[in-house]
T-cell receptor, first 113, second 112 residues
């Protein structure tokens, strides 16, 4: 088991609503990335935060936003939910040792009705 | 556009067999190629990774073969076991690794 935790485990929302997902990084990790994994697909990069600043973003609209806190925990916010936002949302944290130390959390399963 | 293409989509082997999963990429700037294993209800876990300066890397029963000129890499699982049944993802990244590009995954079933 990695030290990355996510909450909630499952979530059901309706179209147009807003959602906040949370991630607690592994101890000592200062970089957090968020990924969206649709059913039967590989994870797609949403964005990355390093020391509370966004320092990389994938091909996702602005209604996907995030925050990283001084303790390196992170939030993913999605506004104006659409049916296609239904997916597993994964958080991955990484330490200063580089790419080899990226560890994923178990994910939050979001269903949009 | 899929930056990393993975095949096959699914694979069934007998216990002890050697499943092989293949990936191909186009971006020659990629310089780190990890493989992840994902069980149902869990996040992906790093299995093994390779850099393009070597053609093969082995860790336990898992081997990556890398062909830089063909821009292809593959995962071999030796002496496969039912516990290896999972979904496997290849990925690629470059530089400091801000963004990992994942393949579409291969669902492996190892029959006892």
């Amino acid at each position: 088991e990695t030290g990355v935790t996510q909450s909630p485990t499952h979530l059901i929302k309706t179209r147009g609503q807003q959602v906040t997902l949370r991630c607690s990084s592994q101890s000592g990790h200062n970089t957090v990335s968020w990924y969206q994994q649709a059913l039967g697909q590989g994870p797609q990069f949403i964005f990355q935060y390093y020391r509370e600043e966004e320092n990389g973003r994938g091909n996702f609209p602005p209604r996907f936003s995030g925050l990283q806190f001084p303790n390196y925990s992170s939030e993913l916010n999605v506004n104006a939910l659409e049916l296609d936002d239904s997916a597993l949302y994964l958080c991955a944290s990484r330490g200063t040792s580089g790419r080899d130390t990226q560890y994923f959390g178990p994910g939050t399963r979001l269903t949009v009705l | 556009q899929q930056q990393v293409k993975q095949s096959p989509q699914s694979l069934i082997v007998q216990k002890g067999g050697i499943p092989i999963i293949n990936c191909a990429y186009e971006n020659t700037a990629f310089d780190y190629f990890p493989w992840y294993q994902q069980f149902p209800g869990k996040g992906p876990a790093l299995l093994i990774a390779i850099r393009p300066d070597v053609s093969e890397k082995k860790e336990g029963r898992f081997t990556i073969s890398f062909n830089k000129s063909a821009k292809q890499f593959s995962l071999h699982i030796m002496d496969s076991q039912p516990g290896d049944s999972a979904t496997y993802f290849c990925a690629a990244t470059k530089g400091t690794g801000n963004q990992f590009y994942f393949g579409t995954g291969t669902s492996l079933t190892v029959i006892p």
